[in-house]
């Protein structure tokens, strides 16, 4: 009974955390880990906790629903126009991170290069929860933050292979160098092939049963998370690539219920994140911080100014990005949970008994959730890549059906500081099978009629079929006069 209250004190606690530091933009990881760091054992001492073999395994359960949720929400119609940047990004711009910052890391602590690849390997990759729930608060450059958003949603599999892939070769496993490529591509491939084949089954399963109460559902895409990483991991691939391409495929097809199924990951993944956040909170032990700072300075600075803009250039050569927004997608690359996941293998395949490895990569995360997490505003208004604050809508409305439809509900909002002037809702002319369904007005609800007038600052949701929401917009929009 002590620990559940402990337990309900602490998700109380995140909640006011969260409440208090809204204006702030600060990410949940940072509330969490803090969080966890006060009720543990260097603080409050009324949780001590050091088993890091307990929290890899609890950490890597966490992290399937955290990505296959990423994957869930990664968009073709996004995807598509930036899919070479995000897709080097995400695969080679990870290695290029690693390797470009262990080789100055090793030349300046005097590690062997086995050891820092391997500690770089851990932090090459960027956090999808700090980066969505910061980013959704500014208007940003379409495709910029198209590529931030999915990127960070689509490196940790590469970040989580090549760690295992270096953590296995300095175990001395018998790993020759062809060897060591073969598991490579086949964690890689393998992880893909399997994950789009369990996207491909459950969407099917989900049509098949779709007249079942959606509590069975919601079962069953447990069932298909876990089978896509399970099996994948018995085969030898990457499981954690699986789920997330499980995910990426059920979210782009046509299932039944399919906004109370995106709202049933989201929800996985922030209770994923927060435990697995609170857990790796009271993992640190914050005393041994003096004997690590420097290391954790220095791995911090490598990856920020050398690792990350390195592989951001490289693998935008060939666009038509600028140089500010390539600086932009250099600085947006903050790091969060699963370094700090990774962080607990060495310990777990017995070659970190110090901690060394964790606390280094737990101290250089904080440093990139607190600078570059509380400045990515400042650095975006600065290049002129945002213009304000995004408007949010304190009602929205829900397309809920179990059958399948090529409609979409859609909110178009007119931006007072773009347009003005107004217009009335038949005045529209909105084709066939287009309905204006709410108006948002300063959060007072208007039910619409064809004399209604529409003046910029409201927020419309749309009922549009899903081929002409574009067409829709610029109608709608096309009413108003530009500034």
């Known amino acids: 009974m002590y620990l559940l209250l402990i337990a309900a004190l602490i998700l ?4 006011f955390a969260a409440k208090i530091s809204s204006k702030m933009n600060v990410p949940l990881i940072v509330i969490a880990l803090s969080i966890g760091i006060i009720f543990g054992s260097d603080i409050t001492g009324l949780i001590y906790f050091d088993d890091e073999i307990l929290t890899q395994k609890i950490a890597d359960i966490a992290l399937v629903f955290i990505l296959f949720a990423g994957g869930f929400g990664t968009k073709n119609y996004n995807l598509r126009p930036v899919i070479k940047p995000t897709l080097l990004l995400a695969t080679l711009g990870v290695l290029i991170t690693a390797l470009i910052t262990a080789i100055p890391f090793a030349y300046f602590t005097g590690w062997a290069i086995l050891s820092s690849l391997l500690l770089c390997a851990i932090i090459s990759s960027t956090d ?6 910061i980013l959704s608060n500014y208007s940003i450059n379409k495709n910029i933050r198209s590529i931030t958003e999915i990127e960070s949603a689509a490196n940790d599999p590469m970040a989580i292979i090549s760690t295992s892939l270096i953590l296995q070769i300095t175990l001395g496993e018998n790993f020759d160098h062809i060897s060591a490529i073969l598991l490579f591509f086949w964690q890689l491939t393998g992880g893909i092939i399997i994950g789009i084949a369990a996207g491909l089954a459950g969407s099917y399963l989900f049509k098949k049963i779709k007249d079942l109460d959606i509590g069975y559902l919601y079962l069953l895409l447990l069932g298909v998370i876990l089978l896509s990483y399970s099996f994948a991991s018995v085969i030898g691939a990457s499981g954690m690539l699986s789920a997330f391409f499980a995910g990426y495929v059920m979210g782009n097809s046509k299932l039944p219920y399919k906004t109370g199924i995106a709202s049933f990951t989201e929800i996985l993944s922030f209770i994923s994140s927060a435990g697995l956040f609170i857990l790796l909170g009271l993992l640190v032990f914050p005393k041994n911080f003096p004997e690590v700072w420097v290391l954790g300075l220095l791995l911090f600075i490598l990856l920020t100014f050398i690792g990350r803009p390195a592989a951001v250039f490289i693998c935008t050569m060939f666009t038509k990005l600028t140089y500010k927004e390539k600086l932009f997608l250099s600085w947006s690359g903050f790091r969060g949970a699963v370094p700090i996941v990774l962080a607990t293998y060495p310990f777990a ?3 970190d008994e110090n901690h060394v490895f964790f606390n280094i990569v737990f101290f250089a995360v904080a440093l990139s959730m607190i600078i570059q997490g509380t400045t990515i505003g400042k650095i975006a208004r600065k290049f002129r890549l945002i213009s304000k604050h995004r408007k949010k809508s304190a009602q929205t409305m829900e397309l809920v059906t ?4 090529d409609y979409e509900l859609i909110e178009i909002y007119i931006d007072p500081d773009i347009y003005t002037g107004e ?3 038949y005045e529209m002319s909105l084709p066939f099978g287009t309905t204006i369904t709410m108006l948002n007005r300063n959060n007072f609800i208007v039910a619409p009629s064809g004399k209604t007038t ?3 600052g409201d927020i419309l949701s749309v009922l549009v079929k899903r081929e002409k929401v574009k067409y829709v917009t610029e109608i709608i929009l096309g009413k108003f006069s530009k500034k």
Request: proline share 4%.
């Open 128 to 133: 999808a929860a700090a980066v969505f729930s």
């Open 454 to 456: 529409v003046i910029p």
């Open 12 to 15: 109380i606690a995140i909640v």
């Open 349 to 351: 395949a017995g070659i």
């Open 402 to 405: 179990v059958h399948e439809t």
């Open 423 to 425: 217009c009335m809702v």
